[in-house]
C-alpha cells in the first residue's frame, strides 16, 4: 500500500509549525510535470520516478525538509513486496518488550493495521513536522527510492532495510491492489502490464528503485539490508533474527530458547493479521475518495509465483527479458 495512517489530520493541527508547511515549489510547476492515466489515480513523473500526482507536492518536500537522524531505522521498500509484513515485523521486534503477544488489549498489532503503526515520511502519518516530535530511536518507512530522499541518509549512519520482490510477481499484486481500491474504472491486465513494463507504476520505474537501494547495500552492508519478500516466505524466523541482529536489538540467547523470535514470526504471519478484525474490516479513504484502501486489500494471497494464474507465459517471458536487460552488470538477480 502507498501510504496508509488514519490520524494525520489530528496530529497535524496539534503541532506547532516547525517547518513550513508550504511547499518550495508551487503548484504551477507540478503541473507542467507529464501525468498519466490509467492506475487507480493519476500519476506523475518528478525526477524519474512516478508518483500518485496528489502526492507529489509532499514528496517534493522530503528531500530538503525531512531531518534524518543517525539512530533511524528505515524500512525502505517497492509496493506490493510486503511493506505491511515488514513493518508489523519491525515493529514487533522493536516493541518486545514493551507488550505480550496474546494480550488481546495491549499489543498494538492485535487492533491496529500494521500500516499505521510505522508512519511514511513525509506522506500521511508520517507529515514532516510530526516526525520531528518523535523519540529517537525512530522506526519510519518510505516508498521513496533513494533518490528522492536527503543525501544525509547514507552518511549518517541510518539503518536503511529495503525490500522488494520477484517483479512478475509484484507486478500482479500491484494489479489486484489497484483494482480493488479504485472508486473508478479498473484497470485491464494488458494495459497495465504495458505500463509497468514502461516503468510507469506508483514509484516506478520499478528497477531504478530496485538498483538504486541494491548498489547502496553494495557499498555500505553494514547499514543497508537487501531483503526480497520470497526470502521471508522461505524463512521467516531467519529473516526476523537477522533482522533484529541488524537493527540493533538482537534477540539474546534467552530469548530464542524460550522463542520470542518465533512468537514475532507467529504474531505477524499472513494468517494471524489478516483474520484480526481491524485488518477484515478496517479502511481507509486517500486521494480525496478516489480511492478507499481496506486494509483487506493488503492482505491477498500472500505467495510467490502466483503470477503463473495470471499472465501468459509470453508476458512473463518479456518482463523477465527486461528485467535480465536492467540488472545486467549489477549482481542482482531473480
Ligand atoms: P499478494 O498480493 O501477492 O498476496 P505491500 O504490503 O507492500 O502492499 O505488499 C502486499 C503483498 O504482501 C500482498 O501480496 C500481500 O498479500 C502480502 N502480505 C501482506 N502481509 C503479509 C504477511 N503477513 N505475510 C506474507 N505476505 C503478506
Known amino acids: 500500500m502507498e501510504q496508509v495512517q488514519d490520524e494525520t489530520k489530528e496530529k497535524d493541527s496539534n503541532l506547532p509549525v516547525a517547518i ?40 517534493m518536500r522530503v528531500k530538503e ?5 543517525h539512530d533511524d531505522v528505515i524500512l525502505a521498500t517497492h509496493p506490493k513486496s510486503g511493506t505491511t509484513w515488514l513493518k508489523a515485523l519491525a515493529f514487533a521486534i522493536v516493541n518486545r518488550s514493551s507488550y505480550e503477544f496474546d494480550d ?38 518510505t ?29 500482479i499484486s500491484r494489479w489486484h491492489f489497484d483494482n480493488k481500491i479504485t472508486q473508478g474504472v479498473k484497470i485491464d491486465l494488458d ?36 531483503l526480497r519478500y520470497e526470502e521471508i516466505v522461505f524463512d521467516p524466523l531467519k529473516v ?36 484480526l478484525d481491524i485488518n477484515r474490516n478496517g479502511g481507509t479513504e486517500r486521494a480525496e475518495g478516489k480511492i478507499f484502501i481496506g486494509y483487506s486489500a493488503l492482505f491477498r494471497q500472500g505467495k510467490t509465483g502466483d503470477w503463473v494464474n495470471h499472465m501468459s507465459k509470453e508476458m512473463g517471458e518479456k518482463l523477465d527479458r527486461l528485467v535480465e536487460d536492467k540488472f545486467k552488470g549489477s549482481g542482482l538477480k531473480f
Open 20 to 59: 513550513s508547511s508550504k511547499t518550495n515549489h508551487d503548484d504551477n510547476s507540478i503541473a507542467t510535470l507529464p501525468t498519466r492515466e490509467g492506475w487507480s489515480t493519476p500519476l506523475t513523473l518528478y525526477n524519474n520516478c512516478w508518483l500518485r500526482s496528489h502526492m507529489v507536492a509532499k514528496f
Open 65 to 69: 525538509n525531512f531531518k534524518p537522524r
Open 104 to 141: 488481546a488489549d495491549h499489543h498494538p498489532l492485535l487492533t491496529q493495521n500494521p500500516q499505521t503503526l510505522v508512519p511514511f515520511i513525509g506522506a500521511q502519518g508520517g507529515n514532516l513536522e510530526y516526525l520531528e516530535t518523535l523519540p529517537s530511536p525512530r522506526l519510519l518507512a
Open 143 to 171: 516508498h521513496l527510492p533513494l533518490s528522492l530522499l536527503p543525501s544525509t541518509i547514507t552518511t549518517l549512519g541510518c539503518r536503511i532495510v529495503y525490500l522488494c520482490r520477484e517483479p512478475k510477481d509484484a507486478f
Open 191 to 226: 494495459t497495465a502490464f504495458t505500463m509497468f513494463f514502461e516503468g510507469c507504476s506508483p514509484f516506478g520505474p520499478f528497477w531504478d528503485h530496485y538498483l538504486q537501494y541494491w548498489k547502496e547495500s553494495l557499498q555500505r552492508p553494514r547499514e543497508v539490508l537487501f
Open 240 to 275: 526476523v533474527r537477522d533482522l533484529a541482529g541488524f537493527i540493533g536489538v538482537p534477540f539474546t540467547e534467552e530469548e530464542e530458547k524460550s522463542g520470542v523470535d518465533q512468537e514475532v514470526v507467529r504474531l505477524c504471519g499472513f494468517k494471524a493479521l489478516s483474520n
